[in-house]
């Protein structure tokens, strides 16, 4: 509509000792959830995909969010 927008999106995680690191939590949970959904077959994509697919990141982004880890956003005018 002729207008446009900024949204800023900010992820700040902390890690819980040696073993629960922010590493862990941010790039091994979204392997074993995608993992479990496959298994589970609520994604049914085959091959290599990129995450921007909704398929994809709706369900990730959600478990990701029960388990305490979700991204903030604010659009800027």
């Known amino acids: 509509k002729g207008k446009t927008h900024k949204i800023l999106s900010s992820l700040v995680v902390k890690g819980d000792d040696n073993i629960s690191t922010a590493m862990s939590k941010t790039v091994g949970l979204p392997v074993g959830i995608i993992t479990k959904l496959i298994l589970e077959e ?36």
Request: hydrophobic share 40%; aromatic share 8%.
């Open 42 to 77: 609520k994604i049914k994509l085959r091959g290599v995909q990129i995450p921007t697919v909704k398929e994809i990141y709706e369900p990730l982004l959600s478990e990701l969010e029960r388990l305490g880890i979700r991204f903030r956003e604010k659009e800027v005018f």
